[in-house]
Structures are given as structure tokens and as C-alpha cells.
């Protein structure tokens, strides 16, 4: 059997892994002028492998490495509920890209104690968690981001198959991925996954 490169993805505007840090998409909007709406700029340009501008803000270029605008965001002490979820949903997504796994868990938690109900910030937990190989309770999280409605849900799916075929549960994975590929037709991370698995009739 020819193995095929596996890793967690981030999910949606949110993440989910692929075993070989196809990473992060997994950011949250915040809406405004300050720094955590830089810091929201910053995640989903780098999420999705765009070049980073640093922002001007009231006039003045704030040259800060994207992490620390996001922390900056956070210092400021202005910000709350759902923004301040969403501003710690989104450094975690920048922390999982620079593969610091166990920071972006730490911020995803943090999140949840603030917005319990970001499909996002669950989603990608779950893809923190992968990439951390604590499968079942990459499973828990993942589960309760598709049930919150992640964006992304292909993603989710696809870090479920990963962590319940680690868990030796094979149909469930062969389902996950082929969950995945439906709702992403042609995606190839899920397609050449199921390539490893033969169905057989049972007799």
C-alpha cells in the first residue's frame, strides 16, 4: 500500500490540516480601522498565500510582524466579545501557519472561554489538535465546528478522516474523506487519500 502524504488543514474562513502544512484559512471577520482589524487583514492574506502589506493606521505605517499586530490588537484592552474571539481565532491561525501548534491551541481555547459559539474557532482546535496527534480530542472539536456550521466543512472533514484512521476507525475515515471530496469536488488531498482504500461487498 503506497502511503500519501497526510496534515491537518485549517478550516474555512477557518483552517484545517493535510499532513504537510497545507494550512490555515481559518480567520474570523472583525470589522473596523484599528489593529485587530489589521490583524484579521493580516491572517486571511497570509491564509491564503497573498503577499502581507503592513497597515497604516491613522496615518502611520504599522510596521509590526503579523503575531505581534494581532497581540498588539489584544493589549489595547478595547475590544470585546465576539472581536475579541475572533482577534484570537485569527492569531492562532497566523501561530498554526509558523507551525506553532501549541500556541494556536492555547489562542483557540482562549477564544472559546470568550464566543463558545465560533464554528471556526472549534474547527480549527480540532486541526491544532491534529497536528498535536491527539486524535480523539481532535474529534470532539472538529465535531462540534460542523455542527456550528464551520466554513470550509470539506476541511473538517478531511482532519476527522485523519484523526479516526489513526484511531483505527478505517470506515469512518474512508466516509470523512469521501465527505470531503463531495463537498469539494476535485480536491485533491481528499482523492489521492482514498486511493489507499479498497471497497469490498460484502459477501
Known amino acids: 500500500m503506497r502511503s500519501v502524504t497526510r496534515s491537518a488543514i485549517l478550516a474555512g474562513f477557518a483552517f484545517a490540516l493535510v499532513m504537510q502544512a497545507h494550512a490555515a484559512k481559518a480567520v474570523v ?91 471556526e474557532a472549534h474547527a480549527n482546535r480540532g486541526a491544532a489538535l491534529v497536528a498535536l496527534k491527539r486524535w480523539a480530542d481532535s474529534i470532539s472539536a472538529i465535531d462540534k465546528g460542523i455542527a456550528l456550521g464551520s466554513a470550509e466543512l470539506e476541511k473538517s472533514y478531511y482532519n476527522r478522516a485523519i484523526a479516526n484512521e489513526e484511531l483505527g476507525n478505517v470506515k469512518g475515515a474512508y466516509y470523512d474523506y469521501q465527505k470531503a471530496l463531495e463537498l469539494k469536488p476535485g480536491w485533491e488531498a481528499p482523492t489521492q487519500q482514498l486511493t489507499r482504500f479498497t471497497v469490498r461487498k460484502k459477501s
Do not use: M
Open 29 to 119: 471577520i472583525v470589522l473596523g480601522n484599528g489593529l485587530a482589524q489589521s490583524c484579521y487583514e493580516a491572517a486571511l492574506a497570509i491564509s491564503k498565500g497573498l503577499v502581507y502589506f503592513p497597515p497604516v493606521i491613522t496615518g502611520t505605517l504599522i510596521d509590526l510582524k503579523p503575531i505581534q499586530l494581532c497581540t498588539s490588537a489584544l493589549e489595547e484592552g478595547d475590544l470585546s466579545g465576539r472581536d475579541l474571539a475572533g482577534t484570537l481565532v485569527n492569531r492562532g491561525v497566523l501561530q498554526f501557519i509558523e507551525a506553532g501548534y501549541a500556541a494556536s491551541l492555547k489562542d483557540f481555547d482562549q477564544a472559546l472561554r470568550y464566543d463558545d459559539s465560533i464554528g
